[in-house]
């Protein structure tokens, strides 16, 4: 088994078809048959069905396909961490929520380089869910996250907290409104937002991600809490307003890494952006200590 099958095994299951994963993998149909033939050889099964409509995965192949996406990470990763250059010492892999990659994570990252340029820097956005997962499982060296899951071997670190803030397209439009799009910001936001609105009955929009939150109201107005630290660039523009008199809600923000690590970049880059957390608080809030 090697990585061509691997990733010509997902690239069949997701197409759905020899030919297709060919024409994207830019190789022959017979190509893709062999790698599919000689990897379910080595597995001594059958990963697919073949028939007039395309290929499908049997249950052997649906069982292999959570493992093969695993695999292809691991040895990408590998592959991109014993074929460094020279001039970096090492690497890290760095994954996020993406209201975190919003504005904060990529000035972080800047800093980070411009303090070790000798580290080579992966980012990664996923939900809490998978990067849980991928902490688990090694190919993830540092999370970055507002609901951790506690597991044993993984540390988890309270860097920040964010304020949340509820902002209108419509700043003299009684609230709550029709158009309100609620953000699902986790257990922690929702617990707080069903006890400042007891009353409030399901919103018509919700959404997962707050970059999604910020395009529909921007696009079909409407309302949606945001961290503030997003909210700032739209509030200065007037492209969105503060709803006044409404609640604040803080949001704890998490880094998790592997408790056993013994990497000095990884140590370094944890120092950093605990320091970083540490500034950004301060600037926003001078009277923390």
Not at 84 to 102: C, D, H, K, M
Not at 126 to 148: A, C, N, Q, S, V
Not at 170 to 182: A, F, G, I, R, S
Request: glycine share 6%; proline share 6%.
């Amino acid at each position: 088994m090697d990585i061509e099958q691997i990733r010509t095994f997902l690239s069949v299951a997701a197409n759905g078809s020899f030919q297709e994963a060919a024409n994207r993998l830019y190789v022959t149909q017979s190509t893709v048959s062999t790698r599919i033939q000689r990897l379910e050889a080595y597995l001594r099964v059958p990963l697919f069905v073949r028939n007039r409509s395309g290929a499908h995965l049997t249950q052997q192949g649906r069982r292999f396909l959570r493992h093969a996406k695993s695999l292809l990470l691991t040895l990408e990763q590998a592959r991109h961490d014993i074929g460094l250059p020279s001039r970096f010492q090492g690497s890290i892999t760095v994954g996020a929520r993406i209201a975190l990659w919003e504005e904060l994570l990529p000035r972080w990252i800047g800093k980070i380089r411009e303090k070790s340029p000798d580290v080579s820097i992966r980012c990664d956005i996923g939900f809490e869910e998978d990067l849980m997962r991928r902490l688990i499982e090694g190919t993830l060296d540092i999370g970055l996250m507002y609901t951790p899951q506690y597991s044993p071997g993984l540390t988890v670190e309270h860097l920040f907290d964010e304020t949340l803030v509820l902002l209108t397209t419509t700043p003299n439009k009684p609230w709550p409104d029709d158009d309100y799009v609620h953000v699902d910001w986790g257990p922690a936001f929702y617990a707080q937002h069903r006890n400042s609105y007891p009353t409030l009955e399901r919103p018509a929009q919700v959404v997962n991600i707050g970059w999604l939150g910020i395009q529909l109201v921007l696009n079909n107005g409407g309302s949606c809490y945001l961290p503030i630290r997003m909210a700032e660039p739209f509030i200065k523009s007037r492209q969105l307003h503060l709803v006044s008199d409404s609640p604040q809600f803080k949001l704890p923000a998490y880094m998790v890494f592997p408790q056993d690590s013994d990497c000095t970049v990884i140590q370094q880059v944890l120092d950093k952006l605990r320091a970083l957390a540490k500034f950004e608080q301060q600037k926003r809030y001078p009277g923390i200590a």
